[in-house]
Protein backbone atom coordinates (compact mmCIF):
# COMPACT_ATOMS: atom_id res chain seq x y z
CA UNK A 1 0.00 0.00 0.00
CA UNK A 2 1.00 3.34 -1.08
CA UNK A 3 -0.02 6.26 0.75
CA UNK A 4 0.48 10.66 0.09
CA UNK A 5 0.63 13.12 2.38
CA UNK A 6 0.38 16.38 1.18
CA UNK A 7 1.62 18.90 3.34
CA UNK A 8 0.77 22.64 2.42
CA UNK A 9 2.09 25.53 4.69
CA UNK A 10 -0.21 27.75 6.35
CA UNK A 11 -0.52 31.00 8.37
CA UNK A 12 -2.41 29.50 11.28
CA UNK A 13 -2.10 25.67 11.96
CA UNK A 14 -4.87 25.84 14.61
CA UNK A 15 -7.29 27.60 12.13
CA UNK A 16 -6.49 26.21 9.26
CA UNK A 17 -7.06 22.49 11.10
CA UNK A 18 -10.93 23.54 12.27
CA UNK A 19 -11.64 24.89 8.31
CA UNK A 20 -10.58 21.72 7.02
CA UNK A 21 -12.23 19.36 9.67
CA UNK A 22 -15.50 21.64 8.95
CA UNK A 23 -15.21 21.53 5.84
CA UNK A 24 -14.00 17.55 5.17
CA UNK A 25 -15.51 16.57 8.28
CA UNK A 26 -12.97 15.13 9.79
CA UNK A 27 -10.83 14.74 12.68
CA UNK A 28 -7.10 15.77 13.69
CA UNK A 29 -4.37 14.37 15.48
CA UNK A 30 -2.18 16.94 16.90
CA UNK A 31 -4.67 18.48 18.91
CA UNK A 32 -4.17 22.26 19.77
CA UNK A 33 -0.83 22.23 17.85
CA UNK A 34 0.64 25.52 16.72
CA UNK A 35 3.19 23.91 14.28
CA UNK A 36 1.49 21.24 12.51
CA UNK A 37 -1.38 18.93 11.94
CA UNK A 38 -2.70 15.88 10.68
CA UNK A 39 -6.46 16.10 9.23
CA UNK A 40 -7.64 12.24 9.37
CA UNK A 41 -10.06 10.34 7.77
CA UNK A 42 -12.53 8.60 9.75
CA UNK A 43 -10.36 5.55 9.08
CA UNK A 44 -7.48 6.91 10.28
CA UNK A 45 -5.69 7.93 6.70
CA UNK A 46 -4.41 11.25 6.53
CA UNK A 47 -5.80 13.29 4.10
CA UNK A 48 -3.60 16.63 4.62
CA UNK A 49 -1.06 17.93 6.89
CA UNK A 50 -0.54 21.39 7.88
CA UNK A 51 2.67 22.77 8.72
CA UNK A 52 3.47 26.34 9.61
CA UNK A 53 5.43 28.74 7.81
CA UNK A 54 8.86 29.36 8.98
CA UNK A 55 9.36 26.31 11.18
CA UNK A 56 11.84 23.13 10.75
CA UNK A 57 13.88 24.56 7.75
CA UNK A 58 12.47 23.16 4.91
CA UNK A 59 13.06 25.01 2.13
CA UNK A 60 9.84 24.81 0.22
CA UNK A 61 8.12 26.17 3.72
CA UNK A 62 10.40 28.85 4.64
CA UNK A 63 8.61 31.78 3.39
CA UNK A 64 5.02 32.83 1.82
CA UNK A 65 7.03 35.68 0.08
CA UNK A 66 7.64 36.72 -2.30
CA UNK A 67 5.42 33.67 -4.36
CA UNK A 68 1.30 33.72 -3.36
CA UNK A 69 0.30 30.12 -1.90
CA UNK A 70 -0.81 27.92 -3.46
CA UNK A 71 0.39 28.55 -6.47
CA UNK A 72 0.55 25.54 -9.22
CA UNK A 73 -1.33 23.37 -6.45
CA UNK A 74 -4.57 22.10 -6.34
CA UNK A 75 -5.78 20.58 -3.65
CA UNK A 76 -8.96 17.77 -4.87
CA UNK A 77 -10.55 16.13 -2.25
CA UNK A 78 -13.28 13.33 -3.08
CA UNK A 79 -16.19 12.73 -0.61
CA UNK A 80 -18.82 10.66 -0.14
CA UNK A 81 -21.46 13.24 1.25
CA UNK A 82 -21.46 15.72 -1.14
CA UNK A 83 -24.50 17.30 -0.54
CA UNK A 84 -23.33 17.73 3.63
CA UNK A 85 -19.56 18.79 2.21
CA UNK A 86 -21.47 21.72 -0.12
CA UNK A 87 -23.25 22.89 3.32
CA UNK A 88 -20.29 22.62 5.48
CA UNK A 89 -18.33 25.02 2.63
CA UNK A 90 -21.03 27.16 2.49
CA UNK A 91 -20.79 27.79 6.32
CA UNK A 92 -16.84 28.52 6.14
CA UNK A 93 -17.14 31.35 3.08
CA UNK A 94 -19.15 33.89 1.93
CA UNK A 95 -19.38 32.51 -1.84
CA UNK A 96 -17.41 29.29 -3.75
CA UNK A 97 -15.05 30.32 -6.25
CA UNK A 98 -16.76 27.69 -8.19
CA UNK A 99 -20.52 26.77 -7.40
CA UNK A 100 -21.53 22.73 -7.62
CA UNK A 101 -21.44 21.53 -11.03
CA UNK A 102 -21.05 18.63 -13.05
CA UNK A 103 -16.95 18.22 -14.37
CA UNK A 104 -17.13 16.21 -17.66
CA UNK A 105 -13.74 15.53 -17.03
CA UNK A 106 -14.66 12.99 -13.85
CA UNK A 107 -18.27 12.86 -14.68
CA UNK A 108 -18.61 13.77 -11.47
CA UNK A 109 -20.06 16.90 -8.96
CA UNK A 110 -17.59 19.33 -7.75
CA UNK A 111 -17.41 22.62 -6.09
CA UNK A 112 -14.23 25.26 -5.45
CA UNK A 113 -13.30 27.40 -3.13
CA UNK A 114 -10.45 29.33 -1.03
CA UNK A 115 -9.23 28.21 2.42
CA UNK A 116 -7.83 30.91 4.72
CA UNK A 117 -4.69 31.15 3.30
CA UNK A 118 -5.69 31.06 -0.41
CA UNK A 119 -5.30 27.69 -1.65
CA UNK A 120 -7.60 26.89 -4.15
CA UNK A 121 -9.56 23.79 -3.16
CA UNK A 122 -12.10 21.71 -4.89
CA UNK A 123 -14.38 19.13 -3.49
CA UNK A 124 -15.96 16.08 -5.48
CA UNK A 125 -18.14 13.73 -5.18
CA UNK A 126 -16.91 10.09 -4.96
CA UNK A 127 -19.40 7.28 -5.80
CA UNK A 128 -22.07 7.06 -8.52
CA UNK A 129 -21.69 9.31 -11.66
CA UNK A 130 -24.91 11.32 -12.20
CA UNK A 131 -24.67 10.92 -15.85
CA UNK A 132 -24.57 6.50 -15.78
CA UNK A 133 -20.39 6.20 -16.45
CA UNK A 134 -17.84 5.20 -14.19
CA UNK A 135 -17.80 7.43 -11.38
CA UNK A 136 -14.55 9.03 -10.31
CA UNK A 137 -13.61 6.47 -8.29
CA UNK A 138 -13.63 4.13 -10.94
CA UNK A 139 -11.86 6.29 -13.87
CA UNK A 140 -9.16 4.75 -15.17
Same mark, same amino acid.
Given at each position: ? @? ?6 ? #?? +??? $??? /????? &? ?46 ? @? ?6 ? #?? +??? $??? /????? &? ?48
Amino acid at each position: M @KRIWPIIA #VN +DVR $ASS /AWYQT &LLGCANNHYDSADFDQILDADGTILLCLHRWDDDQHPSLMTSQPGAPG @KGLLLFFC #VD +DFE $AAT /ARARS &LVAQLDEEPHLNPNTRALEFSLRDPDGYFVTVSAFGADPTGGPSAGEAG
